[in-house]
């Protein structure tokens, strides 16, 4: 058996793409949350377009003097590639915008079912755009969990929106930057860089207004948006890039836990029998998953061997 530090380098990506991906969804669990909850005060448009001039300005200056400026260019390339970049833009803006919105809200616990909806709507995507398979023990466990989370839809007796576009937005999101093979800082800026004439336009328009320079708590939170939004996003990117979709999927449920937990422990949302019987499907479809993965994983590594 070869010792760890002779490890192949494909394996060695691999494992540092899955914590890349793993710290990204605690961040956006546990932390961002907590986070947006200390500006519940400010408006959701604001506090994006604050995140896209603050990501601009942090991540700018690393690009510009870590690659140079020609890095930007090459990272476009072409018209049909910045065509693809202003998808993703309006892709993320929604997620942002929308994920504030349920935080300043109360709406913790719908906003981490949309997240445990994303996994299966990434699934899907992987199975028809990726051409991904799934055996058996993987198609047990997508359909136990697109119950639980048909109980908890039903439950709430009207469509919940909250959940759905957060679904949807971040599923499309990262299929498109996944098939693109977009280098994930280098599509931060520029996704931030094209929203940056209207953020900075918004910001302006609403001068004395604004929640900016009145007092040193709350503007140093506005500045803390750079650093919360670049860093999970490129820890997630660099995961996305190398691990498959499905098990992207599999690690997002890290990130609704979190949420939940927060939701009901510390912020006291309702959670009801319903959410219980749902979470409770989830949970038993994320252990299936988990463990048809370290099957197969192990009989890789003994064949391997």
Same mark, same amino acid.
């Given at each position: 058996?070869?010792?760890?530090?002779?490890?192949?380098?494909?394996?060695?990506?691999?494992?540092?793409?899955?914590?890349?991906?793993?710290?990204?969804?605690?961040?956006?669990?546990?932390?961002?949350?907590?986070?947006? @909850?200390?500006?519940?005060?400010?408006?959701?448009?604001?506090?994006?377009?604050? #995140?896209?001039?603050?990501?601009?300005?942090?991540?700018?200056?690393?690009?510009?003097?870590?690659?140079?400026?020609?890095?930007?260019?090459?990272?476009?390339? &072409?018209?049909?590639?910045?065509?693809?970049?202003?998808?993703?833009?309006?892709?993320?803006?929604?997620?942002?915008?929308?994920?504030?919105?349920?935080?300043?809200?109360?709406?913790?616990?719908? &906003?981490?079912?949309?997240?445990?909806?994303?996994?299966?709507?990434?699934?899907?995507?992987?199975?028809?755009?990726?051409?991904?398979?799934?055996?058996?023990?993987?198609?047990?466990?997508?359909?136990?969990?697109?119950?639980?989370?048909?109980?908890?839809?039903?439950?709430?007796?009207?469509?919940?929106?909250?959940?759905?576009?957060?679904?949807?937005?971040?599923?499309?999101?990262?299929?498109? #930057? @996944? @098939?693109?093979?977009?280098?994930?800082?280098?599509?931060?800026?520029?996704?931030?860089?094209?929203?940056?004439?209207?953020?900075?336009?918004?910001?302006?328009?609403?001068?004395? &207004?604004?929640?900016?320079?009145?007092?040193?708590?709350?503007?140093?939170?506005?500045?803390?948006?750079?650093?919360?939004?670049?860093?999970?996003?490129?820890?997630?990117?660099?995961?996305?890039?190398?691990? @498959?979709?499905?098990?992207?999927?599999?690690?997002?449920?890290?990130?609704?836990?979190?949420?939940?937990?927060?939701?009901?422990?510390?912020?006291?949302?309702?959670?009801?029998?319903?959410?219980?019987?749902?979470?409770?499907?989830?949970?038993?479809?994320?252990?299936?998953? &988990?463990?048809?993965?370290?099957?197969?994983? #192990?009989?890789? #590594?003994?064949?391997?061997?």
């Amino acid at each position: 058996m070869a010792h760890p530090s002779s490890a192949p380098a494909g394996e060695t990506s691999t494992a540092t793409a899955f914590a890349a991906a793993l710290g990204s969804f605690l961040i956006w669990g546990l932390v961002n949350p907590v986070y947006f @909850k200390l500006l519940g005060g400010i408006g959701p448009v604001e506090i994006v377009a604050h #995140r896209v001039v603050w990501t601009v300005a942090l991540v700018g200056v690393f690009v510009l003097a870590i690659r140079g400026p020609m890095a930007v260019v090459r990272g476009v390339g &072409s018209w049909r590639r910045l065509g693809i970049f202003v998808v993703t833009t309006l892709l993320v803006t929604v997620n942002w915008t929308v994920f504030i919105w349920a935080i300043g809200h109360n709406q913790l616990v719908q &906003s981490s079912l949309g997240y445990y909806i994303n996994p299966l709507i990434n699934v899907l995507l992987g199975v028809l755009f990726l051409g991904e398979r799934l055996n058996r023990n993987q198609l047990v466990a997508v359909a136990i969990a697109t119950l639980g989370v048909g109980v908890l839809v039903l439950s709430y007796g009207v469509v919940p929106w909250v959940a759905l576009s957060l679904a949807i937005s971040f599923g499309f999101y990262a299929l498109i #930057r @996944k @098939k693109a093979a977009i280098d994930p800082v280098i599509g931060l800026l520029v996704e931030t860089l094209l929203l940056a004439p209207v953020a900075l336009v918004y910001l302006l328009w609403m001068g004395g &207004s604004g929640s900016f320079g009145h007092e040193v708590g709350t503007s140093l939170l506005l500045l803390m948006a750079g650093p919360m939004t670049a860093v999970p996003l490129v820890l997630f990117m660099i995961g996305a890039a190398r691990l @498959k979709l499905s098990t992207v999927g599999l690690l997002q449920y890290v990130g609704p836990t979190g949420q939940l937990l927060l939701g009901v422990l510390v912020y006291g949302e309702d959670f009801t029998s319903a959410h219980a019987i749902a979470f409770a499907c989830i949970w038993v479809a994320l252990m299936v998953f &988990s463990a048809d993965a370290f099957t197969t994983h #192990r009989a890789a #590594r003994a064949a391997a061997e």
